[in-house]
């Protein structure tokens, strides 16, 4: 049993599971997932990830799970959270589906979505404008807004939790794969 996931490059990836000897997993949202997933991907999001939800994905195939998101931050979390509860041959899809797309494997694409990334970007920009705005015309006690957010944004630089990504990822738009 392995303790820790290793890598992977797409292409390699792309072999080995096309031969059926792997079961590709994509964490991300399902907005995210019906814009452009991987050919052949299950979809087990990051927050209902567990090993249950994993062997069901998996079905018949006893081979390694390769783990994708938009980038690789996300699989690799949920890489750790596999290993943690002694999942066997985990692997990450280096750079995750955008590695896969600009690699030119295949690929089912839908309808373009705003990403969770960019979701928070809006979201925490928002929130400074608006308290900034009411500190100025309404109560300086508002500032505090702007306050909580700039940290907020470095609690996630630092320790790699977003806690506005975690909020927005339970959005209805995001679970249920409406397009924004």
């Given at each position: 049993?392995?303790n ?75 890489a ?30 839908g309808r ?43 609690f ?25």
């Amino acid at each position: 049993m392995s303790n820790q996931a290793t890598t992977i490059k797409p292409a390699e990836a792309s072999a080995v599971v096309g031969s059926g000897r792997g079961t590709l997993v994509d964490v991300r949202t399902p907005a995210e997932f019906g814009e452009v997933h991987a050919t052949g991907a299950q979809l087990v999001p990051l927050d209902v990830l567990d090993r249950l939800a994993v062997e069901a994905a998996r079905g018949a195939n006893t081979g390694p799970v390769y783990l994708l998101c938009a980038s690789g931050i996300r699989a690799t979390k949920a890489a750790e959270k596999l290993c943690n509860v002694g999942l066997d041959e985990v692997v990450v899809v280096e750079g995750g589906t955008n590695a896969w797309v600009a690699a030119g494997l295949p690929v089912i694409r839908g309808r373009k979505t705003i990403s969770i990334e960019r979701q928070v970007r809006i979201g925490a920009g928002s929130f400074v404008l608006i308290g900034t705005a009411l500190g100025r015309f309404v109560h300086p006690g508002f500032y505090l807004l702007a306050v909580f957010v700039g940290a907020g944004l470095v609690f996630a630089g630092v320790t790699d939790i977003c806690g506005l990504a975690i909020v927005l990822a339970q959005a209805p738009w995001n679970r249920s794969g409406k397009k924004l």
